[in-house]
């Protein structure tokens, strides 16, 4: 059995797909672009304000479910450029603190919209 999880503190789906899905013990959050739900617009132009945004908007679906980042368990991270790697990696190193989530980190020939940056997680209720 599966369930959606929603919250208006981040980005509505844009498409045919739930923000995350909450089943057999795990909470699957669909990849985040750095969006602003108040605006509808990037948080900013580096790859900073938008790791930053990513991990809020993540922080967000995962506050409805109930959980905390904490509770991450494995995260996938799609940079626009490698280069961006250790920018990116400070910001995230804010959110993770303790026993960090597994991760993989790759380079994609784009993202939606333009972004710099798109991260998906899941977490262990």
């Given at each position: ?17 739930s ?72 910001v ?24 710099l ?9």
């Amino acid at each position: 059995m599966k369930e959606a999880i929603h919250t208006a503190q981040a980005p509505a789906a844009i498409g045919p797909y739930s923000q995350a899905i909450r089943a057999n013990g795990f909470v699957f959050v669909s990849g985040q672009l750095p969006v602003d739900p108040a605006t509808g617009s990037f948080a900013g132009a580096d790859v900073t304000a938008q790791t930053r945004q990513s991990l809020q908007n993540i922080q967000s679906i995962l506050a409805e479910a109930g959980l905390g980042m904490d509770a991450v368990v494995k995260t996938t991270v799609f940079l626009q450029n490698m280069g961006d790697f250790a920018a990116m990696n400070e910001v995230y190193a804010a959110f993770f603190t303790g026993a960090c989530p597994a991760r993989a980190a790759v380079q994609v020939a784009a993202l939606p919209k333009g972004a710099l940056v798109e991260i998906e997680a899941i977490a262990a209720v």
